[in-house]
Each structure stands twice: as C-alpha cells, then as structure tokens.
T-cell receptor, first 111, second 113 residues
C-alpha cells in the first residue's frame, strides 16, 4: 500500500471550512483514498473514500487531484466536535482490507 | 455511538497474568479485525478474520496472543502472559466484506502494572 504524508497539526475556526491535505504520490491505479478520524478516547470513525472522482457525503467532501497524487478532505462548517486526529489512508480494496494508519493530522477547531 | 461492541472498556492487570477482550461486530459483517494502538500512534492490525477463518495474523505475537471467532460472529482476543509493553488500546473493527469500509468499536484500554 502507498504511503501518505499529512501535516502533523492544523487549526480551524469554528464555522469555517476545514481543509485537510494528504499527499500520496506513489498511489497505484487501483488504490482508493480513505479518510478516518479518531476523537479522543474513541475508536476511529469512517468518513469517506474515493478512487478518482470527487466524493461528498453528509460528513465531508473528498477532492482528489487529476493525477491522484494528492487529495483534500473538506469539512464544510467545522464545529468543536470535529476536533480529532484525521487519518488519510490508501488501500487496494480487492485485497485483504487491512488499513495501514500513519500519524494523521491533529485538527483543533477553536471557538 | 459505535455499533461494534467491545468489552471491557478498561482493564488493569499485572504482568504475567492472562487477559481477554471481547468483540461483537455489526450484525451481518463477515470481516472482523483486531488492531492495537499505542499511545500517540495510529492503530496497527493484529489479526483479520473472514467469517471464522484467520486471513492475516502476520503481526500477531503468537507466542502470547491468540484470537478466535468460532461461529463467525463475535470474537475474543487473549494475551497470556501479559507484558508491560502490551499496555495499549485494543480496537475491534468489522466490515460487510473485505474491501468495504471498516467500522470500529471504542476499544479496550489495557494497562499492565
């Protein structure tokens, strides 16, 4: 599975959009980009995933560049409850299913 | 609230003792995973089941760890004997099938004294 690079930490003002970047320059054509988050003392929570096209659900939007070497997770209106560690993971979906977590980005949403 | 149930939520025990964790996945999920998360790091896979069969236990320290999912539903992870370095969060996750998004429980926080 390809490695990902994320900033260690980010701040965001409550009510503003939070844009979390992820670099995955060695991603293969059949690898998906997954985002999970982990709020303190809880298990990781699935947010969204995609292959090539941009994706949106009730939690977030995922923007993947045309060359697929990077992506951005967008939380459109961040709240204090979005404070968490956000993990970007790339994975081949039809093999195994193991997730390889990196260090993630610690997002702090401030009032 | 997490739909994958884990117990106990916290466990404190002395080294050399045996300890066991239980996981009840989301109903109908064929794939079950056990991860270990050391403080400050991301979770790391220990073992993966497809129904009742182990499909990946390459990172499981088999001299002291064991896992089973006898009827392909709930699962137990055991450590015997526990060592100081086993202090961590033990997370269970399940997915409808391999390659589907994984849903995690809130874990068991293990402290070895």
């Amino acid at each position: 599975d390809a490695k990902t690079t994320q900033p260690t930490s980010m701040d965001c003002a409550e009510g503003r959009a939070a844009n979390l970047p992820c670099n995955h320059s060695t991603i293969s054509g059949n690898e998906y980009v997954y985002w999970y988050r982990q709020i303190h003392s809880q298990g990781p929570q699935y947010i969204i995933h995609g292959l090539k096209n941009n994706e949106t659900n009730e939690m977030a939007s995922l923007i993947i560049t045309e060359d697929r070497k990077s992506s951005t997770l967008i939380l459109p209106h961040a709240t204090l409850r979005d404070t968490a560690v956000y993990y970007c993971i790339v994975r081949v979906d039809n093999q195994g299913g193991k997730l390889i977590f990196g260090q993630g980005t610690e997002l702090s949403v401030k009032p | 609230e997490a739909e994958v149930a884990q117990s106990p939520r916290y466990k404190i025990t002395e080294k050399s003792q045996a300890v066991a964790f239980w996981c009840d996945p989301i109903s109908g999920h064929a794939t079950l995973y056990w991860y270990r998360q050391i403080l400050g790091q991301g979770p790391e896979l220990l073992v993966q089941f497809q129904d009742e069969s182990v499909v990946d236990d390459s990172q499981l320290p088999k001299d002291r760890f064991s896992a089973e999912r006898l009827k392909g539903v709930d699962s137990t992870l055991k450590i015997q004997p526990a060592e100081l370095g086993d202090s961590a969060m033990y997370l269970c996750a399940s997915s409808l099938d391999r390659g589907q998004p994984q849903h995690f429980g809130d874990g068991t926080r293990l402290s070895i004294l």
